[in-house]
Structures are given as structure tokens and as C-alpha cells.
Nanobody
């Protein structure tokens, strides 16, 4: 089992940047693809970005492509989500998830507690 913990959320003005971190309780190595999702009240969790265990392959939702970058460190214990050119519609609780695949939240077994990102206009 993997324990995940997100950090780095906060309040930022539109056009600004934030960098989220997802720390894993154990070295994830090449076992786990890590995905970022976000959730706003009244909506289902939305896929944002994904990085494979090796770090070589990434995938992004169309709404964030070109603005967000997902990466993982060499020790593969932390995954990052660099968010640039933030928009008010990016406001959400952001979660990292592991032990799954694809863009559907219910495919993932392990979740962090989430970190709030608020973008003011």
C-alpha cells in the first residue's frame, strides 16, 4: 500500500503559477503511474495529468495542456505538477492518485488527502 500526501496548494491570482507536490510513502520506482485529478463541488473528479513510473511518458487533459507540466524526481518518491498561466476555472481541490491507470478516477486505488488551489480573477 502507498500513502500519498499532496502539498503546495494556495491562493494565486489569474496568470500566476503554483507547484504541487505529491510525496509517496515509499519509493514508487517503476511500479506506479501517478495521476493528478481535481475536484470542484457538484462535479466528478477530473483527470488533469499523468506520469508513468519511469517518468518517460506523460499525458494531460486538453484543458491544461501547454500550461501544466507533470514530472517526478530521480529518486521517484515525489511527483510534481507545475501549473502556469492559472485561470479561475483551475480552482479545485487537487489530488494525486496511484495504483491505477487511465483517466477515470475510480480506476485508482490510492489517493492523497488533496490540496486546495484557488485562482482569483
Amino acid at each position: 500500500q502507498v500513502h500519498l500526501e499532496e502539498s503546495g496548494g494556495g491562493l494565486v491570482q489569474a496568470g500566476g503559477s503554483l507547484k504541487l507536490s505529491c510525496a509517496a510513502s515509499e519509493p514508487t520506482g517503476e511500479r506506479y503511474t501517478i495521476s493528478w485529478f481535481r475536484h470542484t463541488p457538484g462535479k466528478e473528479r477530473e483527470f488533469v495529468a499523468r506520469v508513468t513510473g519511469s517518468g518517460r511518458d506523460t499525458s494531460y487533459a486538453a484543458s491544461v495542456k501547454g500550461r501544466f507540466t507533470v514530472s517526478r524526481d530521480n529518486a521517484k518518491t515525489t511527483v510534481y505538477l507545475q501549473m502556469n498561466s492559472l485561470k479561475p476555472e483551475d480552482t479545485a481541490v487537487y489530488y494525486c492518485a496511484a495504483g491505477g491507470w487511465g483517466d477515470q478516477a475510480n480506476n485508482y486505488d490510492y489517493w492523497g488527502q488533496g490540496t486546495q488551489v484557488t485562482v482569483s480573477s
